[in-house]
């Protein structure tokens, strides 16, 4: 199945959407058996006052001639009024109102006590509710048919669904609202942990807060606790690197002093070797010594820092690094992983400058670039794709540049940016230039380990 274009899954939205149908539904549900009840109420009244009116009618009855013996209300005398009466069983013919004009009623034989209502049509398409009783009456079994007209009565019951239906529409608009806004003021503490996080991964704090609601806080004091054991894991793997390169210096001497006394060459050449690797890294965990797992690099400070740092350790060479700056305060980059990238080109560039050297930082709309040149000797333009491939080392058989580029390489392939080598115009010497691409939300990159 493809979820190519699905929208992400909001909770705000998603108990906003549930929520409101739930308010709407309810609602509507309410409206529509209220309508009901107060139907099923209207037809209880009417066949009440019906029922009144036909024992109205026995009462008024003569059982003898079968008429009535009293007046009638003015409506049963009125043509097509809308009450109408019929009785049957009287022994002379049926008594029908004055009312029903030429019209006629479906009448129904009712035992006596039994009695039936129903709907009809009636004339000039009234709507009738129509009642059927059967009733005895000095031996005889009388059927009375009484109807209404209820024409008006469901015209008014329609008026108060449309009316009562508008209201509950309303009503949910308005629930909806307030609803929104209560979830709304609720998420705001969980847009607290969001915040907590972007300055996290800003570098302007080093944990999420705890003033979050209850249900979150087992979630942030798991994400602390990762953080405090990542952060501990990586100044551990830093210090025990600091540590193997000052415990090797020792055994390494006495091999190199070890081939020197017997003129053994192969001895020698490769104990050199392995203490230019091990001076290197120590000058490399000083470099990288200040940064911070987990926080962003400010090129403005983090560069100059940088940089006397590095005159500190060149200092026989009496070296001038000049940098040139056009960076915000802060980049969406990791301190930790561009300290080791600068430092790695840093190192380089003085090995072989002469005098000078020049960093330049750049940002871009949405890359950064640091550019590092020198005025040394530089390097063939023929070899300069094999710098970064791991193993090179020009800087120990001729003169070049490539222990610590692949390091760079790595650091700046896992942001997806690209690396070009290459003679600098400035100074004449050699000229590297990583350009990373800035994302609006950073994820910090596993560090590029040697």
Same mark, same amino acid.
């Given at each position: ?76 005398? !009125? ?44 004339? !000039?398409? !009234? ?61 705001? !503490? ?261």
């Amino acid at each position: 199945m493809s979820f190519a274009g699905r929208q992400p899954a909001s909770l705000e939205r998603s108990l906003n959407r549930t929520l409101g149908t739930l308010v709407l539904v309810s609602l509507v549900v309410i409206t529509l058996a209220g309508t009901w009840i107060g139907r099923q109420a209207m037809e209880q009244f009417v066949a009440s006052r019906l029922a009144h009116d036909a024992e109205a009618l026995m009462a008024a009855l003569n059982p003898e001639t079968g008429q009535l013996s009293r007046s009638l209300p003015p409506v049963y005398n !009125q043509p097509l009024s809308g009450h109408y009466f019929i009785i049957r069983g009287t022994g002379s013919g049926p008594v029908r109102s004055r009312s029903l004009w030429d019209a006629d009623l479906e009448t129904f034989d009712a035992a006596p006590g039994e009695s039936k209502a129903a709907f009809a049509d009636g004339p !000039q398409g !009234q709507t009738l509710f129509v009642w059927h009783a059967g009733y005895e009456l000095h031996g005889r079994q009388i059927s009375v048919t009484m109807a209404e007209d209820i024409a008006p009565l469901l015209l008014a019951l329609k008026r108060f669904l449309i009316a009562a239906l508008v209201a509950a529409l309303a009503a949910a608009a308005l629930m909806y609202w307030l609803q929104k806004r209560i979830l709304r003021r609720g998420f705001e !503490q969980i847009d607290a942990v969001r915040e907590d996080v972007r300055r996290l991964s800003l570098g302007e704090s080093g944990e999420l807060g705890s003033d979050v609601p209850e249900e979150v806080k087992p979630l942030v004091a798991e994400f602390n606790t990762l953080i405090t054991a990542w952060r501990g894991h990586l100044q551990r793997s830093r210090n025990a690197m600091g540590n193997l390169a000052h415990a090797l210096k020792s055994p390494l001497q006495v091999l190199l002093q070890h081939g020197n006394d017997r003129q053994d060459e192969t001895i020698t050449v490769q104990s050199e070797r392995m203490r230019q690797i091990i001076d290197r890294e120590l000058r490399q965990a000083r470099l990288a010594g200040n940064a911070h797992a987990g926080q962003r690099f400010v090129p403005t400070t983090d560069i100059p820092d940088l940089v006397e740092l590095l005159s500190s350790l060149y200092r026989d060479k009496a070296l001038v690094v000049d940098t040139e700056i056009d960076a915000p305060g802060t980049v969406s980059l990791d301190q930790e992983d561009m300290l080791e990238l600068l430092g790695n080109l840093l190192d380089n560039a003085a090995k072989w400058a002469t005098r000078r050297i020049l960093v330049t930082a750049t940002m871009g709309e949405k890359s950064f670039s640091i550019t590092v040149e020198d005025d040394g000797p530089g390097t063939d333009p023929s070899v300069t794709h094999e710098l970064p491939a791991r193993g090179a080392r020009f800087d120990e058989t001729t003169p070049g540049y490539g222990l610590g580029l692949s390091i760079v390489c790595d650091i700046v392939g896992l942001y997806g940016g690209q690396v070009t080598f290459g003679g600098s115009d400035r100074l004449g010497g050699f000229c590297a230039r990583a350009q990373l691409p800035i994302r609006s939300t950073p994820a910090r990159p596993v560090s590029a380990k040697r």
